[in-house]
């Protein structure tokens, strides 16, 4: 399966200098997908040169003509999308519909920084130096590393090359060992651009292999990740010794807010299928709701009605409505985080334990949690899984200081039919991101990222290329 690929170092695949492989694990079966290539340090420090040399060569590309090369990418993204897909669905076990809903938005991804590779503007500033005046450039950092999780192994590619390619940056992509194959064929589309060699390299190895030549190489100027808080911490901290550039998304702890107004219908019509996407396993996820007294049990109702008519299995299956956990681990951290809140009083009004009916695959039951309250683990923390927390409230200022209790701040919703009250909670809440009867975050034309301990930095929109450019001023004098 990973064989025709491998390792994508100076435009070539390759194996291991080594010859090491390693299993890749399908979560639907536990059985291996394939073997895939292994990273060496020799391999990285190959890929650190390669991204030498395709960095001065693309650096030096007119920015039309890297629009154009993205362009072109894009266009054999398009004509792989049903291949692409699978491979999502095959390495994550989520239901084929959201895997091509994934590709598609990492096709935005591309389009849209085609676009703004045209669109790197500069400034002239006037001088108090009679005769003179300052010019204002931006390029491009240098060389990026690139490290995505698993749980969207090609839109968090996306977000990260698409823009670091459309500054002039060449970068080295460094994904989960979970979703290798997912990397492998977003990397293979990137070679219908036409860029240099080196311009775009994938390692896949283990963390002193491939991590750690990244971050102690001078050479790397930039680097963004895609993960948890603790390895985000870890990455800032290794990245000063070589004052990198640094930009994170990490993890989120989001609070959906359904005020007294809300359009109930319209709100768990969404809300669920939201919540069990991808198993819950998304970083910008409703985990904890606060439901206003008056609609708590209807709410409570309506959501374990839905819950209750998802369909599990092999996300292949197109009448399947989620797949599984990405491991064994998960399914065990799902287990303890339920135990926990009963343990604390909460109630299971749905789900709450492994699926039953299958010989195999990391499934666990969409999950519905009432009577909890905000000491609890499931609603302090992040769950990263298909359990949905719920507890009620009374009044706007008690939800809002609830929901703004918390050290995460990626992202965070609301539902109201009051255009005043939705104005007053975009305002109060605490997070990169606020939807409002939706939760439709992830585009590319708009700023994605979080605050606080979710992270810095953002991907997406005309903000997104900032982080892949350095400013450098000019002042010109002339007599």
């Given amino acids: 399966m990973y064989s025709h690929f491998g390792l994508f170092i100076n435009g070539e695949w390759r194996a291991s200098v080594t010859g090491k492989t390693a299993p890749v694990f399908s979560p639907v079966t536990e059985q291996a997908l394939g073997d895939c290539p292994v990273a060496s340090v020799a391999d990285t420090e190959a890929a650190l040169k390669a991204a030498a040399s395709g960095f001065r060569a693309w650096a030096a590309t007119p920015a039309f003509t890297r629009a154009d090369a993205l362009h072109r990418i894009a266009d054999e993204m398009v004509r792989r999308a049903d291949e692409a897909a699978r491979m999502i669905s095959l390495e994550t076990g989520k239901p084929i519909a959201q895997s091509g809903r994934e590709w598609a938005l990492s096709i935005d991804q591309f389009r849209w920084y085609a676009e703004e590779a045209r669109r790197i503007y500069g400034r002239i500033v006037e001088s108090r130096v009679p005769g003179g005046r300052f010019e204002v450039h931006h390029?491009?950092?240098?060389i990026v590393a690139a490290f995505t999780a698993w749980n969207f192994p090609a839109a968090l590619i996306a977000r990260k090359v698409a823009p670091a390619l459309a500054a002039g940056c060449s970068t080295i992509v460094r994904p989960s060992k979970q979703t290798p194959g997912v990397a492998m064929v977003m990397v293979d589309c990137v070679r219908a651009g036409n860029l240099p060699a080196g311009a775009v390299n994938l390692v896949v190895g283990p963390t002193d292999a491939t991590y750690g030549p990244l971050m102690a190489s001078k050479a790397v100027r930039k680097v963004s990740l895609t993960g948890s808080t603790r390895v985000g911490q870890q990455m800032i901290r290794d990245a000063a010794a070589t004052l990198k550039k640094v930009s994170m998304e990490l993890g989120g702890n989001a609070p959906v807010i359904v005020y007294d107004d809300a359009d109930l219908e319209a709100c768990l019509n969404v809300a669920v299928p939201t919540k069990f996407a991808n198993a819950g396993q998304v970083c910008v996820t409703g985990d904890r709701f606060y439901v206003h007294e008056g609609l708590h049990d209807a709410f409570v109702e309506g959501f374990v009605k839905r819950a209750e008519t998802i369909k599990l299995g092999d996300g292949l299956d197109p009448t399947?409505?989620?797949?599984?956990?990405?491991?064994?681990?998960?399914?065990?951290e799902m287990e303890r985080i339920v135990g926990a809140a009963v343990a604390s009083g909460a109630k299971i009004a749905s789900g709450g334990k492994r699926a039953q009916g299958f010989n195999a695959g990391h499934f666990f039951e969409p999950t519905v949690l009432t009577g909890c309250t905000d000491e609890m683990g499931v609603m302090a923390d992040e769950n990263f899984g298909p359990i949905a927390a719920i507890t009620p409230f009374t009044s706007e200022d008690e939800v809002l200081a609830r929901a703004n209790a918390s050290d995460m701040g990626l992202s965070a919703y609301a539902f109201t039919t009051n255009p005043a009250r939705a104005r007053r909670t975009v305002q109060a809440l605490k997070a990169g991101m606020v939807g409002i009867n939706s939760f439709a975050m992830?585009?590319?034309?708009?700023?994605?990222?979080?605050?606080?301990?979710?992270?810095?930095?953002?991907?997406?929109g005309v903000e997104g290329i900032r982080d892949y450019l350095d400013i450098k001023s000019s002042q010109m004098v002339w007599a």
């Fill in 139 to 142: 390029e491009p950092v240098g």
């Fill in 320 to 332: 399947v409505g989620m797949g599984p956990l990405i491991s064994g681990d998960r399914v065990d």
């Fill in 442 to 460: 992830a585009a590319s034309e708009a700023p994605f990222g979080g605050t606080n301990h979710s992270g810095m930095g953002r991907e997406g």
